[in-house]
């Protein structure tokens, strides 16, 4: 409504009411300081995410080598007892 008092007289009631309708209150605008804390906010929760998957990579990979080559040396060692056991 400041804004509105303050253009009435200048510019007319109408296009003052239009101005205020459109333009943001001022304490509702962002401003340089509360962008720069949201910018370091978020570099700091990509990081930790990013520490987060290289983790669970490492995790993932592990437990893939875990089952996957005791399936095969199962698997080679029944070959070798079919096929040792024809002979």
Known sequence: MELYEALKG???????????????????????????EA???LSREI???????????TRTIQWILGVTIPLWIGTWGMMAAILLRSA
């Open 10 to 36: 200048p510019v007319g009631e109408k296009a003052a009411r239009m101005i205020a309708e459109i333009v943001p209150v001022a304490a509702d605008v962002a401003r340089k300081q509360h962008v720069a």
């Open 39 to 41: 910018v370091a906010t």
């Open 47 to 57: 990081a930790d995410v990013r520490v987060e998957v290289r983790a669970s990579n």
